[in-house]
């Protein structure tokens, strides 16, 4: 079946399953958005030992979906592996190591005789919520403005500027999308605690952060958007990359469905904050989460289809990276698209174990009860 697809629908296709992952990884950030509220919505160490305890059984599967994401663009584009983690390295260093920190925090916060002490773990729980975070908006801000790097014919590639990677922290576009993520996050895990945690007054405090975040991350959001209109891009034809005014928005208007899945994944998302904060309702993380997948996936798909490099260079513009230059050969990307057959068993499996692990809410009894909880 998948040997007698194209190489070019080969990679498209595999473009579509990295943004979907993708976009799978950014729903289950609500784990980093949670760990920046422990002191805003928790007022006691009780409360607190609530939200760790929470957030605790999923923390390892934002870990698993970045690995896996990490995983597949190595796998299915080897070249923009390279040149990504490869060249803009201080970045993803700094990323690396702000989700090592998080699996240690969790693993160390209340063990016995913690000579660093709960509060250094909590520090480490928010560095990894906001930095990290913000850091990975910025990483794939750039797979949209672009970076300072050059390939020659060999496929070596060299970063051109000393900050390897850093110097994207400075353009507004990246700034956005990272603060975007960033107030996101805290938005859904908002929402995940008053789903998940059964305490009126966790609920009271999460529905008043709520309020400040969302209007945060609209605000961020709406700039986000109106800059990816509004902004150049590149294109390229025959291996020839230039720039194109309004890029993205003519992308936008030759896919059709991708305004129909953005504006759709963007309803669910309002509606979430309107139904928890006006209706009462616990349900809103479920809109939110089908509404970011939906918004994510749409965005990234921007790139890779309608002649759009994944990763421009600013450098030199004839090493910018597209799906067509990057990606494996005909016989792995086939290989790999039977492999991929096996996905729904393993969203079935972690849909199953997360029903398990929710079967019932958190309670102040059940911490109190569980001496090694979180």
């Known amino acids: 079946m998948f040997g007698n697809l194209s190489l070019l629908t080969l990679q498209q296709y595999w473009w579509f399953l990295i943004s979907l992952i993708g976009a799978f990884f950014v729903f289950i950030t609500f784990v980093q958005g949670g760990q920046t509220l422990l002191y805003s919505i928790a007022k006691d160490e009780k409360q607190r ?26 796998a299915a584009f080897p070249l923009f592996y390279a040149v990504s983690f490869g060249g803009a390295y201080y970045v993803w260093m700094a990323i690396l190591f702000c989700f090592i920190v998080q699996a240690v925090s969790y693993e160390y916060r209340v063990k016995p005789n913690n000579f660093l002490g709960k509060r250094t773990y909590e520090t480490f729980l928010y560095i990894n919520g906001s930095l990290g975070i913000i850091l990975i908006g910025i990483a794939l801000g750039t797979l949209f403005t672009g970076g300072n790097f050059i390939r020659n014919s060999m496929n070596f590639s060299a970063w051109t500027l000393p900050s390897y990677g850093l110097e994207g922290a400075l353009h507004p576009f990246n700034l956005a999308f990272g603060f975007t993520l960033f107030f996101l996050a805290r938005a859904q895990a908002a929402l995940y605690f008053i789903n998940n945690i059964d305490d009126a007054m966790i609920h009271s405090h999460a529905k008043k952060q709520l309020f400040k975040d969302a209007i945060l991350f609209i605000g961020f959001f709406v700039l986000l958007v109106v800059m990816l209109l509004v902004m150049h891009g590149f294109s390229y034809n025959a291996g020839v990359v230039a720039h194109e005014s309004h890029k993205f928005l003519n992308n936008f208007l030759a896919t059709p469905l991708l305004i129909v899945t953005f504006g759709l994944g963007t309803v669910l ?15 809103g993380i479920w809109f939110s989460g089908f509404g970011v997948i939906l918004v994510v996936t749409s965005l990234l798909c921007l790139l890779g289809f309608n002649a759009t490099p994944i990763y421009p260079s600013l450098s030199h513009l004839a090493s910018s990276l597209t799906i067509e230059n990057s990606s494996s050969s005909h016989y792995t990307l086939s290989v790999m698209s039977y492999v991929s057959l096996g996905v729904p068993l393993v969203l079935g499996y972690i849909y199953f174990v997360w029903r398990a692990m929710d079967k019932t809410n958190i309670t102040s009894a059940e911490i109190e009860a569980d001496s090694h909880h979180y």
């Open 269 to 283: 998302v309002l509606y979430a904050l309107f139904l928890t904060l006006f209706k009462a309702s616990r349900r």
């Open 49 to 74: 030992d609530m939200l760790v305890a929470s957030l605790g059984r999923k923390w390892e599967l934002s870990f698993t979906s970045l690995v896996l994401f990490g995983g597949a663009l190595f």
